[in-house]
């Protein structure tokens, strides 16, 4: 259970929400994206921005790996929440999928199943699903799990470079502390309360920054 | 053999077996892609052993079959769906549940009225002599009514059955969509298990996305597919059963078989070609 817990994302914004297991990020996750209301206290969504409009990436594990759909048609499924009842996709909506498949380098994947391609590849034609649902905000629910090193850091750049350049608001669920520090203009460390919301810079140079950082590069000396 | 099939067509009954038969295999082979990756298959067989019993009951209370048969399936279905999302009792145990009983029912209420006879013959394993023009009324109607609402709802369908959590995210009423295409299951249930039989019906819905699936790999090329091979299948499996008097559920389920062993030779023979660049 998650009690206490008071943060804010602004404009632009890069938070990790870092916590080990069972710390409550997804739970957190899940009422952030409306999926389950917070027993107590509320969410409140400005400058316009609605609750389906939030990009989400779910964890891997979630998204089926024998399924027969394109790549294009796993892309373009992003672009439902603004569709409204209106039954069928427009000519907007189709370039949209074809802008966010060029920003990610996969439009050559665009007619192959997604069930042949590779980790990496699966995570950037999701991130191209949540980037056509979203103009402001992604959320990312531990999107580099399974992923080798080297795919990992690929992943974290271009994660880093949509924020800077498209202007999108980010949070990224982790347990990843020493990327955080790396990429994160804001971090949230989570045990079942808030135990620090601040700037990246701050984490740092706070107790249970040190504690954190300090633990895990001890453990990487050993 | 050729002027037989001709013959075939200048009889009423043959007809109206044919079009009610193709326009539910069309939509059996629609719902039955989403249902298979969802993993509901059962639930097709869950629901004709319900459509069963409806029908035993319609037939000794003296009323009309689809018309008795219809809510009470759909009703079923929602049940289900609604059973299978509480934690209480898992999903596949409520399916085998509800269809043992509605069959038991079924089976008392048929022998302490009529007594087994060929009516009950027919319902197990289905007959092309099943359609009264009225029903064909009925069935065509309804059949069109699926085949355009799964269309309107494609692009939501596929969503709520590749992701259902992303596409909830994104403002889906993932729920509605479920309850939706299980009504829409039922109905074609309904309407096709005299001709197919309560036993076969469930064949329909599974053997066409399967047999799509070993070749295609995109979700509209697995819809398209299944609806040219259940609609195929479906005419030849009638013809069999008009030339040499089998049963009509047998006999599609027979051709059925066939087209799943081709497409299995020919996804094999895919992968093969394509081995040494994967």
């Not at chain 1, 790996?65 to 000519?91: H, I």
């Not at chain 2, 898992?90 to 008392?108: F, P």
């Not at chain 2, 699926?146 to 939501?156: I, N, P, Q, R, S």
């Amino acid at each position: 259970m998650v009690h206490d817990l008071s943060f804010e994302v602004g404009e632009n914004d890069y938070l990790y929400i870092v916590g080990e297991n069972g710390s409550g990020k997804s739970t957190l996750v899940k009422s952030l994206l409306g999926l389950k209301a917070p027993s107590k206290g509320k969410i409140e969504l400005g400058d316009g921005l609605k609750l389906r409009e939030i990009g989400y990436l779910p964890q891997q594990q979630d998204v089926r790996k024998d399924f027969p759909a394109s790549v294009y048609e796993v892309v373009q499924s992003g672009n439902l929440g603004s569709r409204g009842f209106r039954p069928f996709y427009t000519a907007a909506d189709k370039k949209r999928v074809r802008e966010n498949m060029e920003l990610l380098g996969i439009r050559d994947l665009e007619k192959q199943c997604f069930c042949d391609l590779s980790g990496g590849q699966k995570q950037r034609v999701l991130l191209a699903r949540s980037l056509c649902a979203t103009k402001k905000l992604l959320l990312l629910d531990e999107p580099v799990t399974g992923l080798d090193p080297i795919v990992t850091q690929e992943f974290y750049q271009l994660i880093y470079q949509i924020n800077k350049e498209s202007k999108i608001a980010v949070v990224m669920v982790s347990h990843d502390i020493e990327s955080a520090v790396k990429y994160a203009s804001h971090i949230l460390h989570l045990q079942e309360t808030a135990l620090f919301f601040g700037t990246a810079e701050e984490y740092k140079k706070s107790e249970i920054g040190k504690e954190f950082l300090g633990g895990q590069s001890a453990c990487l000396k050993n | 053999m050729f002027e037989k099939l001709i013959e075939m067509f200048s009889y009423p009954f043959m007809v109206r077996a044919i079009l009610v038969g193709v326009m539910v295999a069309l939509c059996s082979a629609l719902l039955g892609v989403s249902l298979v990756l969802k993993r509901y298959s059962m639930i097709g067989d869950g629901l004709s052993h319900v459509g069963f019993g409806a029908l035993a009951i319609a037939a000794a209370a003296n009323v009309a079959p689809l018309i008795f048969a219809i809510p009470v399936v759909v009703l079923a279905a929602v049940l289900l769906l609604r059973i299978s999302g509480s934690s209480k009792i898992k999903g596949d145990a409520a399916i085998a549940l509800i269809s043992t009983s509605a069959l038991a029912i079924g089976v008392m209420v048929i022998s302490m009225t009529t007594g087994m006879n060929t009516d009950v013959y027919n319902y197990m394993f289905g007959s092309i002599l099943a359609m009264s023009s009225s029903d064909v009324e009925l069935s065509v109607i309804l059949s069109a009514v699926v085949l355009v609402l799964f269309v309107l709802f494609y692009h939501k369908i596929f969503a709520i059955t590749f992701d259902e959590t992303f596409a909830m995210a994104t403002g889906v009423k993932a729920n509605l969509y479920n309850t939706l295409i299980a009504v829409l299951t039922a109905v074609t249930i309904v309407l096709g298990m005299r001709m197919m039989g309560a036993l076969l019906i469930s064949s329909l819905i599974i053997f066409p996305a399967l047999t799509s699936m070993r070749v295609c790999k995109t979700f509209k090329s697995v819809i398209i597919n299944s609806a040219v091979i259940s609609a195929i299948c479906l005419f030849l499996g009638i013809a069999i059963s008009y030339l040499w008097g089998t049963p009509a559920g047998a006999s599609v389920v027979v051709i059925n078989i066939a087209a799943f062993i081709i497409y299995s030779i020919i996804g094999m023979i895919k992968n093969i070609k394509n081995w040494p660049l994967t």
